[in-house]
């Protein structure tokens, strides 16, 4: 932004493209021990969430990536009781997550403390399931949590990271894979964010490869729009410890007793599609 130009722009060196949005000021910024999180106030887009300059949400679209990395592969599984968050320290996939009254507990790790701290504050609405009694928040590095686990104690891996950059590259490889597997109950599910699949698709490709050499039976990629990042496609993709991916309980999702924006049975079957393009990476 400058002073000439009241818009914030994220501009991507990888596919040649940016992508702006119009402010009317800067609200707050700290720098962690980690990053510098930016909060920014926009014309249309309600409040913007900024980290290292890179763009992590807005108000107004940020419920199509949080229920994408919480519903489907909590329909997915078939009882769905203990579930690890890694990262998503916003908290909006914590709140999506909280919505299934059949999790038992769900432990959010996010390394720093911060971005829950910006988010209480300026994005409250995303925080509102942080009491929730089955909710446990800690701040620490999730790398090392996924690797001191007791074995076989999670039903579900929610990996809501940032890119594989900085704090989060290291969320990215065969050895963590091989420490969510080792946590994994049998028929357990991993989920990651897995960036644009029209720019990054060799990046979902090294994430599928390195999910089965560390263990998980079968992969898929699901794609869902998401304007506020790059190329405004995103994708997450799963990995199950033994099991199948190709359907989810529809009937539960169908009767689902709580209130969603975007997820519902037929936006989960549409993610399921595989593009021409990426038929590459299989199912």
Request: net charge negative; hydrophobic share 40%.
């Amino acid at each position: 932004m400058t002073k000439d130009s009241p818009w914030f722009y994220e501009n991507f060196e990888q596919s040649g493209s940016a992508i702006g949005f119009r402010v009317t000021g800067k609200l707050d910024e700290v720098r962690s021990a980690f990053q510098l999180i930016e909060i920014w106030n926009t014309t249309d887009w309600g409040k913007l969430m900024v980290i290292d300059g890179a763009i992590m949400l807005t108000s107004r679209d940020n419920f199509l990536y949080h229920e994408m990395m919480a519903h489907p592969v909590l329909f997915t599984h078939t009882n769905p009781k203990r579930v690890v968050i890694i990262g998503g320290g916003d908290c909006g996939t914590l709140r999506e997550v909280l919505k299934h009254k059949e999790v038992e507990n769900a432990v959010q790790v996010d390394i720093d403390e911060q971005v829950t701290r910006m988010s209480e504050k300026y994005f409250p609405e995303l925080c509102e399931s942080n009491h929730d009694p089955r909710a446990e928040l800690l701040f620490d590095d999730g790398i090392a949590y996924m690797r001191n686990i007791a074995p076989e104690s999670v039903d579900v891996v929610i990996v809501d990271s940032t890119d594989p950059v900085g704090p989060a590259e290291g969320l990215f490889n065969e050895a963590f894979y091989a420490s969510c597997a080792r946590a994994l109950r049998s028929g357990g599910i991993l989920v990651q964010q897995s960036e644009s699949p029209l720019v990054h698709l060799s990046l979902i490709k090294a994430m599928r490869h390195h999910m089965a050499v560390a263990g998980f039976a079968h992969s898929r990629t699901l794609t869902f729009p998401q304007p506020c990042y790059p190329t405004g496609w995103w994708s997450c993709t799963l990995a199950r410890k033994g099991g199948e991916l190709s359907g989810f309980r529809e009937r539960g999702a169908y009767s689902k007793t709580f209130s969603t924006r975007y997820y519902n049975v037929e936006t989960h079957r549409a993610a399921l599609a595989t593009p021409e393009f990426m038929r590459e990476l299989g199912d």
